[in-house]
């Protein structure tokens, strides 16, 4: 085939999207395409169980052919989340999981990482019994709760003296409290910069078990931190915003309305200033195509994590309605 023409070969099974096809009498390798990063990203979720159990070969496929597209399952949020060059790319591929993989799925913005923490200092039993003949499960436990300096995430101190609680059982009690601070006690996120003290317990010499102080342990804690007050952190972002300086007010605008703290503008000298602000990510899952509007795709930005810190209260409480609305549906769709 001649220099400049286009051609096509059907059913090639080994090769993607970027290799070389070259004769094998005269190997040649052409330098690989630089892809632009991904501007966007989407949450995916499946429709239905039998959705779900096709959905992670069918995007593994289209990753494969589109090397702008992106897939990466989030652990923590339990997300698979999609990245591309933009909502209208995303909804094509969305698309294309309908029509070629028959695999229906919705598109939502992705859960943003949330923490929980408290305000101050409580104490609480956490106490599980059954005993009704036979062997049973004994195990109770006295924990207290305070809050660390932000990032100092969990510390767990034995303060148990005198064999109040056996020493076999003390792991037992700190397992159940990292478990269900792990699960979060106000909305399903992650409690993050306290220390719980065991302070005392009781236990039975033939009803006692790992599993009764692990349970102890869960329910001190979740008591205790009910008590103490729980908050909630959210995500902030050090984000640098290059765009014309002629569209510099819309940006300020358009950042002060996200919440945004303005850090700083920087000229560049080519007739673009960068903006520098810190704002929380719940408020930038969109930004990519935000900018493109007030720009006209003449912006760019950068953003990565800075810290966490309270979320306002009004917001707080939205946060914490829609994550027990998202537990309930997915237990509904678990069942």
């Known amino acids: 085939m001649p220099a400049g023409d286009l051609g096509a070969v059907a059913k090639l099974a080994e090769t993607m999207t970027g290799d070389t096809l070259c004769a094998r009498d005269h190997p040649v390798r052409l330098a690989p395409i630089d892809f632009p990063a991904p501007a966007i990203a989407m949450a995916i979720e499946p429709k239905s169980k039998a959705d779900e159990d096709k959905m992670g070969a069918a995007l593994h496929r289209l990753a494969e052919e589109d090397p702008t597209f992106h897939v990466r399952r989030d652990a923590e949020l339990k997300q698979t989340v999609i990245s591309g060059m933009g909502e209208s790319h995303l909804e094509i591929m969305a698309d294309r999981l309908r029509r070629k993989f028959g695999v229906d799925v919705t598109l ?69 409290v990292r478990k269900a601070l792990e699960d979060g006690i106000l909305a399903g996120y992650p409690v993050v910069d306290v220390r719980v003290t065991l302070v005392d317990g009781k236990y039975h010499e033939v009803d006692s078990s790992d599993i009764a102080f692990q349970l102890a342990g869960a329910l001190a804690v979740k008591e205790a931190a009910t008590q103490a007050g729980l908050i909630l952190l959210e995500p902030i972002l050090d984000l640098a915003v290059r765009v014309p300086e002629e569209l510099m007010g819309d940006i300020i605008g358009d950042l002060n309305a996200k919440r945004a703290r303005i850090q700083g503008m920087e000229p560049q000298g080519d007739g673009t200033t960068v903006v520098k602000a810190q704002v929380p990510q719940a408020e930038v899952l969109r930004y990519a195509s935000d900018l493109r509007s007030i720009t006209g795709g003449r912006g760019s930005f950068t953003a990565t994590f800075s810290h966490y810190e309270p979320v306002p209260a009004h917001i707080a409480e939205r946060v914490a309605a829609e994550a027990r609305r998202q537990k309930e549906e997915a237990e509904s769709h678990r069942a």
């Not at 949330?114 to 062997?135: D, S």
């Not at 709760?145 to 059982?169: S, T, Y």
């Open 108 to 176: 939502r913005p992705p859960r943003v990482p949330y923490r929980e923490t408290v305000r101050g200092k409580a104490q609480a039993q956490g106490r599980y019994v059954k005993q009704t003949g036979g062997r049973g499960q004994y195990g109770v436990c006295f924990i207290e709760i305070e809050p660390l300096p932000r990032g100092a995430g969990f510390e767990f101190v034995d303060k148990i003296f005198g064999g109040a609680i056996p020493n076999q059982f003390i792991p037992s009690v700190e397992k159940g």
